[in-house]
Structures are given as C-alpha cells and as structure tokens.
C-alpha cells in the first residue's frame, strides 16, 4: 500500500537572502519552489521575504505559472518601500496576468500601479500594457491558437492605441473573425471602421 505524501511545512532556519541562495544552489526547481513557499511562513524580515517573492516568481514564471508568478510579484510589491520600486513590481505583475489571461486582475494591479505615477511614468506604463497586450496576441497568432488571440486583440482595442494600431488591430480582428466563423462580430467590426 502506498503511503500518502505530505507536505513539509517546517520553517527554514535561513534568514538572509546569502543564506537561502546558498541552500537553493544545486537544488530542482519544485525543491526550489517548497523551500521558498516555505520561506514565506518563517517570519522573514522585509528585504529577505520580498527577495524570497522575487525568486520564486522567477521560477513560476520559467516554469509558465503566470498567474502564481504574478501573485508573487503583487505581493513584493505591496511591500516594496519605494513608489519606483513599486510600479516596476506592479508592472511586472500586470505583464504576468495578461500573459495569464487574467485581464480583470491585469486591470486591478494596472490601477494600482497608475496611481502610484507621475504624468510621464504614466504614459510609460499605459505604452507598456498595450505592448503586453499585442505580444500576448501575436503570440497567440504565432502558435495558432486564434480564439485566445480573438480575446486579446478584443481587449487591445479597449486600450488608448494610436490610429495605425487600432486599425492594424481592427484589421486582424477582421481575419480572426473570419477564419473563426465569427460572422456577426466580423460584420459588426467592419460596420464600425468603415462608420468612423
């Protein structure tokens, strides 16, 4: 009879980021990942706890866990102690839900992270998210998953894109549609570029 497995949940005894790199060093990534979810219930300061954060995104993010990844980045942030400090992990955050398809909460953390800037940090951030965006859907075009991409690039359109990208958008909208069958949202987009 097998025995059932079970989680280790004992705190690490490290309680500097040498410390923990150390006993990482030459470990697999799920041995990573343990440790460091550990970690994160050891009573770390606040410098080794988000460097514990940062680490274990990493490693999520490697392994294609976009939205764990993200969670972990959110919460380095929600600690970071300055407003730079913050965008950057905000940013990081909504870059990994989007790639995650989580646009509501890519949304959420996007908010976040605009309140925190100035009027160029801003404009920087918005320029960003529009780039996570058309990279997650071309992405999507290039490994021919349309119907995800048909959702990306249907957000994308909701954002602030200049008057080329939109129509560049629009227009591969238009092709989406029609591979996918989309007849009624294919005639609907068309009604509506050649209205405006």
Known sequence: MREKMHRVNKPIKERSPS?????????GEFVQMSYLQRALDSGLDFETKKYVLIRLSKI???K???????????????????????ITDYMKAVELYVRADMHHEADR?????LALGNGKEKMQMKTALKDYYLTNARR?????????????????????????ERREVQQTLLDLYQKLGNIKEYYQLKQKISGS
Request: with cysteine.
């Open 19 to 27: 410390e923990i790199e150390s006993e990482l060093k030459d470990k």
């Open 60 to 62: 999520y993010e490697n």
């Open 64 to 86: 294609g866990m976009y939205s764990e990844a993200a969670k972990c980045i959110r919460n380095a942030a929600d600690i970071n102690t300055t407003f730079r400090g913050q």
């Open 109 to 113: 953390i996007f908010s976040q992270a």
């Open 140 to 164: 999507y075009m290039n490994s021919d998953k349309r119907n995800y991409a048909k959702r990306v690039f249907e957000k994308t359109l909701t954002l602030d894109l200049e008057p080329g």
